[in-house]
Each structure stands twice: as C-alpha cells, then as structure tokens.
C-alpha cells in the first residue's frame, strides 16, 4: 500500500508541476488568440457599412440561412474595379444570378452562367449595368507610398517567393516590388476575366478556399476578401466540369441577393472591426503566429508566410 501511494503521490507531483509550467508558459508566451482577445477597444478599427458586400444566398437543404460577408479593398487597391461592384450592387444585378463553380483547394466562383463559363455554351442573359468602368491592367499595382505596417520582432515583414517583401497596410495584406498589390490569401475576393487585355468588369467574383495562390497576383484584381460565412462557400460540392464548373445547372447555388451594407435597412447591416495592423497588439499577435511558443508547440517555425497571419475581423454590436 505504502508503494501505490508513493507512486500516487509522485504522479499528482508530476501533474501538478507540469500544469504550473504549463501555465507560466501560457502566460509568458500567449497564444495568437490570446493576444487578441487581450487587445484594448482602441487597436480595433470599425469598418464602414459602405465597404461591406452582404451576399444572401438560398438556404440549405435544412433551411437554414446562408449569408457570406464580403469587406471591399480600401484606397488605392483596385478602386476602378470596386466602383463597378458598387454600381452592379445598387442595381440589384446579382439577384437571380448563382454559383457556378467550385474548384477544390481553389475557388469558388458567381455571377450569371454565361459569363462566368463562356464554354457552357450558355450566353449571358443578364445585361450589365450602363457606365461600368474598363479598367486598365496597369491597376492590377498600385504606387508604394511606403505606408506600410512595421510589424516589430516579427518575421511577418520578410522576402517571399512572389514579391521582394510583403507586410500590412490599413488592415490588409500586402506584396510589396515594383509597385505593391493585394494577394490572394485564403477567403480573398477577385474579379473573374478572360484572357488579356480583358481585365473583368466585377461582374463574376470568386474567392480562393484553398491553398494561397499567389501566382495570381498582379494578374487578376483582388477586391476583398470574406469576413463572414467562408463555410456556406467552402463546404459546397465540387464542381465535376471543368475547373470545376457545375454541368448539371441545378447543382448551382442561388444568390436571392447582393447589396452594399449602408443599402440594407436601418439596423440591418452587420458590425465588424478589425485589428489595427499599426498596433502594438498586431505585432505581438504577428510574432506569435510566425514564432509559436505557446505550451502546444514544440519547435517555433520562426517565420510565416504572409497568408499565414490573417488579420482578425470580430463582429460588434451595431450603434
């Protein structure tokens, strides 16, 4: 007896010293999601009804709603394009329109059938607002002004394989060379086109749900990126055409509408804020996730790729 007990003891010892090392190390090396829960109301940034794209699609099988929540680039990035967003969204042009195709660890693609698969042999029947804007492929870039992020002890500011730095820039991630562009981080928005020079209107968008790929970039504009409801996008079956268009029509998604979130009802639109990459906070959270030294971990990577510090959005409480 006296055995058991002494083996019992010295357990309890063990798990009662490992838990204690395991919370000093917690506190001293907080998680990503610990620092950003610990961030005050002042890191966070409110972002305007007018910048968010609410896409209401058809409910599910179960009927339950399905709302994605898209947040528009700020200035400078792709503004000719969001423009024609902005005007295609004031007039209602998406409703009725669907989701057409889903390609795995790739995208997910909208708009009317024809346009977005020219090879469908299907033409678009849905004519496009008057005043779209063509926008030239040199806006794919957009000047470096220099006012990007400086994310302290972190290796989130570092070379990559696709530009010769990228950092944060008013909230978003950036490439930075001849020039600096958004990137196509997973959960990021693009304007479908055919081949060059045909840049898109913003007519037919997409967003990546998989593997970031970055060889997109600077041929094809980004517009922004899903903050809300990825999963009603990402967990759709797979296309069996190709690249994952739907063959058979009534696989197709329908979207009941699109509307710029300043032109939903009084109270309706959704709140969102998010990180100030500017801020203390941001690059504590940035170094964690490239040197992860919370109690899970056990060799810190010591770098991160871009896509791989997602800048946190949280939704508040409308005023």
């Known amino acids: 007896m006296r055995k058991i007990s002494a083996v019992v003891s010295l357990f309890a010892l063990l798990s ?6 395991q919370e000093t190390a917690t506190s001293e090396y907080p998680s990503p999601n610990a620092i950003v ?3 005050p109301t002042s890191d966070w940034v409110k972002i305007a009804p007018s910048d968010l794209l609410v896409m209401d699609l058809a409910a599910d099988a179960e009927g339950n709603a399905r709302r994605v929540v898209i947040q528009l680039m700020p200035e400078p990035f792709s503004q000719g394009w969001i423009r024609n967003i902005r005007k295609l969204a004031a007039a209602h042009w998406w409703d009725g329109t669907s989701i057409n195709r889903v390609q795995d660890n790739y995208v997910v693609q909208w708009g009317d059938p024809g346009y977005d698969n020219p090879e469908s042999g299907e033409t678009g ?10 926008v ?3 806006d794919y870039v957009a000047e470096d002004n220099g006012k990007r992020a400086v994310v302290l002890d972190s290796a989130a500011s570092e070379k ?30 693009g304007v479908g086109r055919n081949y060059s020079p045909d840049t898109g209107s913003g007519a037919e968008l997409y967003t990546v749900i998989g593997h970031a790929p970055r060889h997109l970039d600077r041929n094809i504009a980004v517009i922004g990126r899903v ?14 055409g190709q690249l994952g268009f739907y063959e058979d029509a009534s696989k197709r ?3 009941r509408s699109i509307r710029l979130g300043d032109a939903l009802a009084e109270g309706a639109s959704p709140a969102f804020e998010y990180l100030d990459t500017e801020s203390s906070s941001f690059a504590k959270y940035a170094d964690a996730r490239a040197n992860r030294l919370d109690p899970f971990f056990i060799v810190p990577a010591g770098g991160a790729d871009i896509c791989n510090i997602p800048v946190p959005v949280r939704r508040v409480s409308g005023e």
């Open 136 to 138: 030239p492929e040199s």
């Open 160 to 189: 990559d394989a696709y530009s010769i730095i990228t950092s944060f820039e008013g909230g978003w991630q950036i490439a930075y060379g001849q020039g600096k562009w958004p990137v196509h981080c997973y959960g990021a928005v």
């Open 253 to 255: 998604v329908p979207i």
């Open 37 to 39: 829960d610990a961030a």
């Open 16 to 21: 009662s010293t490992s838990i204690s090392a």
């Open 125 to 134: 029947q849905k004519a496009l607002p008057e005043g779209l804007e063509t």
């Open 227 to 240: 903050i809300e409801g990825i999963e009603h996008l990402s967990s759709l079956p797979r296309g069996k």
